[in-house]
């Protein structure tokens, strides 16, 4: 019969198409990374934070810490503060190091943004200071691995406040400026 001929036949060159299709979509996603190498800030990048917990009664905290770096091409996004091993943050004199990563280069930074949950016992923390140092990539692993490139400029974040609901304004949320680091005896 014919309507059969021309209902198996219809059936199969819709998916035919429909095949020409999905090809086609994967051709084009496969090709868009490559159109957007001469987009704005496409590089990832990394900045170490240091992150000084003030010498005070009491200033360690076992709450959670979060970070958002700010700079004139955008921002980091709200990061978690962790470290790559098991070890006890945030305590009283102490200096944490981190990474945080972005996927762009963000430029001069501005300002940076600190926030705990205010979880755990005694979960107020007294921040001294956080050190950000833009890192610079590897673009061509060098044999002799050592520093990298020549000295960034570290920005210096102060804040010698609490982040304690039951201490001074009792905010758990600060943003911070860079500014100039207080020197001893200065
Ligand atoms: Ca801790």
Redesign the pocket.
Known sequence: MYSGWANENAPSGAKCLELLEVTDQRYIDAMLPDDEDGAEGGSPATYKVEVYTGDVKYA???ANVYITLYGVEGDSGFQKLKAGKTK????RDQIDTFEVMTDHDLGPLHKIRVKTDGTGLGAGWFLGHVLVTPQSLPSSPSAGGGSPNDEIESLYFGCNQWFDVTEGDGLLDRELKPGKKPRPGG
């Open positions: 360690g905290t076992d006890n943050l945030f305590e």
